[in-house]
């Protein structure tokens, strides 16, 4: 089966503190790919049929 989620990118202060929830509400294209890429490779499972697709 499929699992859907549904996330915010989020501004962090100096201590890992959310700041903002919303990333002051406008993130560039560029920036949202990049961070959506880095987060498909972090992103593992332990079963060897699994895939990770983020989306901007």
């Given at each position: 089966?499929?699992?859907?989620?549904?996330?915010?990118?989020?501004?962090?202060?100096?201590?890992g503190?959310?700041?903002?929830?919303?990333?002051?509400?406008?993130?560039?294209?560029?920036?949202?790919?990049g961070?959506?890429?880095?987060?498909?490779?972090?992103?593992?499972?332990?079963?060897?049929?699994?895939?990770?697709?983020?989306?901007?």
């Amino acid at each position: 089966g499929d699992l859907a989620l549904r996330g915010n990118y989020a501004t962090l202060d100096d201590n890992g503190a959310i700041i903002d929830r919303r990333a002051g509400r406008h993130i560039e294209k560029n920036d949202a790919e990049g961070i959506a890429r880095e987060i498909e490779q972090q992103v593992k499972f332990s079963h060897p049929n699994t895939e990770v697709v983020v989306a901007p």
